[in-house]
């Protein structure tokens, strides 16, 4: 009797699919040359609250891969390691740990490179070397560790090359897109993809309805490995423009263009950006870049991907402080620019594009909440900003470079804390100052500056929309602003 349960069982087992707990075909074990290459990264991320800037969200955790790289720098998504409070290193082989912090870190290109805080803790791992050489329809492998720390891979099929929205989305890189049947394991957040052994790619993102990956490529990596060299880090370049289709024919009878012109019409040029500063105009028809040529959707022909957006010629192909000759057709003359490429610093803009990694600044008078417009503030609304969000600062974000061409900051007032101080003002929010005390605010060191030299005895603050000013006590803005620090815990009432 006992033998013919055996044997039930052992059928029921095989018809069931139990014994599946070993890998797929799909999925086998690493190559031993990977094995000491790749080490798990643990990061514990705080955010900083801009709707309360003077205090931090809830920190949460992250695990994901890094690969050891020359130089003894382990290599990261960014994304990883964003406003990381503790940055923790671990072993695969045997478990050991040490802390690490942030050598070079781009939140455009989503990489960021860690140095370990005990030089001896990388002794025996084995740098990971990156390749190029990856186009459409080649196999790769998706790294990942077992528990007990065992590497094992999955196979991944390039789909797709293409330029595409990293972890910022006004920042587009050239990206590969996979086919991979991805298992999940907890310390999946960013995975390193290889090929012969050949640091490939880094996921970025996973659909795990699809199976589909969206991987930084190598090309980008080594890009950003080249730029972590420089002290400054000078980052990727931008042209500083934006250009739409041109496949009207209309609109190209009107550009004076012929068939075989190809190219794209320029409707934005960023002020004292690298095309702007080249000569390049807003009604302009880009038609090449070097010998590359540019056609009615902004692409060219790469050699090895096929059709590229131009994009990838000015941020990934170049690097900062190089120059490309832009080909324009103005009023049916061909004309050669020559557009010497650089990365606008995130300060420079009047409202900065991301805001990670640091303390916001913020200024509080008798309970009024003042800031310097962000979009990291916008962002605070949620994945549908750009319409949940004050449309009047969406806009204003939307539109900076054509509103704002000077070097200015967008001082607003972001909320109201009740006090006697505020009585009657508990309605007001995101609205623009103009000026404090008869001064002009352009930034909220300006605000600083203005807050110390009141009129008559009160604060008049002056507003782009109605209520266009509002008064506040001087005197009794100091008296109390002790106790508001104590009502509302804020550690500091001023920021900059």
């Not at 094995?35 to 705080?46: H, L």
């Amino acid at each position: 009797m006992r033998a013919f349960l055996a044997i039930l069982i052992a059928f029921w087992v095989l018809q069931s699919g139990v014994v599946a707990a070993e890998p797929t075909p799909k999925e086998a074990p690493a190559p031993a040359e990977q094995k000491g290459s790749v080490i798990r990264v643990n990061s514990t991320n705080q955010a900083y609250d801009f709707f309360r800037p003077w205090s931090k969200e809830a920190p949460f955790s992250r695990r994901g891969l890094g690969v050891l790289i020359d130089g003894g720098a382990i290599l990261v998504t960014a994304e990883l390691v964003a406003n990381s409070n503790y940055i923790e290193l671990e072993r695969a082989d045997g478990g050991e740990k040490t802390t690490a912090t942030i050598q070079v870190i781009d939140y455009e290109a989503n990489l960021a490179t860690l140095r370990s805080a005990d030089p001896k803790f990388l002794e025996g791992m084995q740098p990971l070397q990156t390749t190029t050489d990856v186009k459409t329809g080649d196999d790769l492998s998706v790294l990942q560790l077992e528990s007990n720390g065992t590497p094992v891979s999955t196979k991944a099929l390039v789909t797709t090359v293409e330029v595409g929205k990293y972890a910022l989305e006004d920042s587009g890189y050239l990206m590969f897109r996979m086919s991979c049947p991805l298992q999940f394991r907890e310390n999946s957040f960013t995975l390193p993809i290889v090929k012969e052994n050949k640091l490939a790619a880094f996921l970025m993102r996973y659909d795990s309805r699809s199976q589909t990956i969206d991987a930084i490529s190598s090309p980008v990596i080594e890009h950003f490995l080249v730029e972590a060299q420089h002290d400054p880090y000078r980052g990727f370049p931008r042209a500083g423009l934006g250009f739409s289709p041109a496949r009207d024919p209309q609109l190209r009878h009107y550009l004076k263009l012929q068939d075989a012109d190809g190219g794209v019409y320029v409707n934005q040029v960023e002020q004292s950006g690298p095309a702007a500063k080249a000569g390049v105009k807003e009604g302009d028809v880009l038609v090449a870049i070097d010998d590359k040529q540019v056609d009615p959707d902004g692409n060219y022909l790469h050699p090895v991907y096929g059709k590229l957006s131009i994009t990838h010629l000015t941020t990934t192909d170049a690097y900062s402080g190089q120059s490309v000759t832009m080909t324009v057709i103005r009023n049916g003359e061909r004309q050669q620019l020559n557009v010497e490429l650089f990365r606008r610093p995130v300060e420079d803009y009047a409202i900065e594009p991301y805001t990670i990694g640091k303390h916001p600044r913020y200024y509080i008078l008798g309970g009024l909440v003042f800031q310097e417009l962000t979009r990291q503030y916008l962002r605070e609304w949620g994945a549908n900003w750009l319409k949940d969000a004050p449309q009047r600062l969406v806009y204003y974000d939307r539109f900076q470079s054509d509103l704002f061409p000077e070097k200015r900051k967008i001082v607003f007032l972001t909320q109201i804390l009740p006090t006697e101080d505020t009585v009657g003002y508990e309605q007001l929010s995101n609205l623009v100052v103009t000026k404090l005390n008869g001064r002009e605010i352009r930034s909220l060191d300006d605000f600083a500056n203005a807050a110390k030299n009141p009129m008559a005895g009160y604060h008049k603050i002056e507003f782009e929309e109605d209520p266009h000013e509002i008064y506040l006590d001087a005197k009794q803005v100091d008296e109390d602003s002790a106790q508001l620090q104590k009502i509302y815990s804020i550690p500091a009432l001023r920021h900059l």
